[in-house]
């Protein structure tokens, strides 16, 4: 977000030398001048920001906390916990009303288990996951699924508090512009 703030400020100041004949600001100066602009906006000020612009950051801010949602597994399982119900809903209402949004539903698994096994579980979890979003209205064009197996751990223990961290599902968004 802080780029696309820094792109931003940049074309504007661009734009406004170009205007007015004069040479455009170094590109330090412009730099240093959309990181304090996004700053300021940062600190709620938002003062001079296109509707697109404040859709966008209120979009990406709700993808932010979604993706920091996760659903845990039990050991060798891809059963969904009730617990969680409420995440995938949360996920699923989101991209109903976003249909320029796309997820990649990412199944993780501990160390336990072979590469290849924990690649086959990391994909059921996240297949598992992907079709509760579906039965939720989700069209199939706005979820992938992917498994990284035990290649994207949380945490790299080798105990029980790690292994429970590692086994999950995890939300990557991206717009679709």
């Not at 009730?82 to 501990?110: K, M, P, R, W």
């Amino acid at each position: 977000m802080k780029k696309l703030a820094s792109v931003i400020a940049v074309s504007l100041i661009l734009s406004a030398c170009a205007s007015t004949g004069k040479n455009p600001a170094p590109i330090e100066s412009a730099t240093n001048a959309a990181n304090n602009t996004s700053q300021s906006q940062n600190q709620g000020q938002g003062q001079g920001l296109s509707q697109a612009e404040v859709e966008a950051r209120k979009l990406a801010d709700q993808q932010q906390k979604l993706e920091s949602q996760s659903i845990y597994f039990d050991f060798d399982s891809s059963g969904i916990k009730s617990e969680y119900n409420s995440v995938i809903t949360n996920q699923a209402n989101f991209l109903n009303s976003h249909s320029n949004v796309i997820v990649t539903v990412e199944g993780n698994c501990d160390e336990r288990g072979s590469s290849e096994y924990n690649l086959a579980l990391g994909q059921r979890r996240a297949y598992t996951v992907s079709q509760q979003l579906e039965l939720l209205g989700v069209p199939a064009r706005q979820i992938k699924t992917i498994s990284f197996g035990e290649e994207k751990p949380r945490l790299t223990c080798h105990a029980e508090r790690c292994w429970k961290e590692n086994r999950r599902v995890d939300f990557d968004y991206k717009s679709n512009l």
